[in-house]
C-alpha cells in the first residue's frame, strides 16, 4: 500500500476545503479560456485524493458540484458530483496502491482516471441529458454520430476521451506542483519523491 500520512480531522477538513475552492477556482479559469475539453475542476479533488486518500477525495467531488449549484444557480452541474467523487476514489485508491510514485507506476493512474471520468460524465449526459449539455464537444458528439451511425453512449464517450487526457494531465500537474513544494512526506506521493537540494 502507498505512504500512511497521520492527519487529524480539522486538517482533513481544512484540506477538503482548499480542494473545493481549487476546484471552482480552476475551473472558472478553464472557462475564461474558452478552450473545449479543459474544465480543470478536478484539481482539489485530485490533490485531496492524493494527500487524504480515496473517501476525502470523493467527498471534496461532491461538495465542489454543490458549491458551484450554489455559487452559479444553475443545477447542471448537480448530476456531475459523481463524476469528481468517482476521480476522487479513482486517484485515491491509486495513491493507496502506491501508483502515483513514479512516471511509469503515474501512467496507470492517469489511464484509468481519464476513461472513468469519461464514461461516467457520458453516462451522465446520455441518460441525463440526451447526449447534449451545450458543450463544445457536442459538434463533435453530432459528427461522430452522422458518420459512423454509433450508439449515442459511444458518440459521447468518444468525443469526451479524445481531449481528456490534456484536461486530466493538467490537473495533475498543478497537485504536483504543490505537493513538490510539499515536506517530504508529500512529495512521497508523486514521481518527485526524490527532489534535489
Known amino acids: 500500500m502507498g505512504v500512511e500520512i497521520p492527519v487529524s480531522r480539522s486538517f482533513a477538513a481544512s ?6 475552492a481549487l476546484n471552482v477556482v480552476m475551473g472558472f479559469a478553464a472557462s475564461l479560456t474558452g478552450l473545449p475539453g479543459i474544465y480543470l475542476d478536478l484539481s482539489g479533488t485530485i490533490l485531496t485524493a492524493l494527500i487524504l486518500g480515496p ?27 459523481f463524476v ?9 485508491v ?10 511509469v507506476k503515474f501512467l496507470v493512474t492517469f489511464a484509468l482516471t481519464c476513461l472513468v471520468v469519461s464514461a461516467s ?6 441518460f441525463l441529458f440526451g447526449g447534449a449539455t ?5 459538434v463533435l458528439v453530432f459528427a461522430l454520430l452522422s458518420a459512423t451511425g454509433w450508439d449515442i453512449l459511444i458518440g459521447v464517450f468518444i468525443a469526451d476521451i479524445v481531449g481528456k487526457p490534456i484536461d486530466v494531465l493538467l490537473e495533475f500537474l498543478i497537485c504536483f506542483a504543490v505537493l513538490r513544494a510539499l515536506p517530504g512526506e508529500y512529495r512521497a506521493l508523486t514521481p518527485f519523491a526524490r527532489k534535489k537540494s
Open 15 to 20: 484540506l477538503v476545503v482548499i480542494g473545493i
Open 134 to 138: 451545450g458543450a463544445p464537444q457536442d
Open 84 to 92: 469528481n467523487a468517482l476521480c476522487g476514489i479513482t486517484v485515491g
Open 55 to 81: 473517501w476525502w477525495g470523493a467527498l471534496t467531488g461532491m461538495l465542489t458540484n454543490i458549491t458551484s449549484t450554489l455559487i452559479s444557480g444553475s443545477v447542471i452541474s448537480v448530476p456531475f458530483c
Open 94 to 103: 491509486c495513491r493507496d496502491y502506491g501508483l502515483t510514485k513514479s512516471w
Open 121 to 126: 460524465a457520458s453516462v451522465i449526459v446520455v
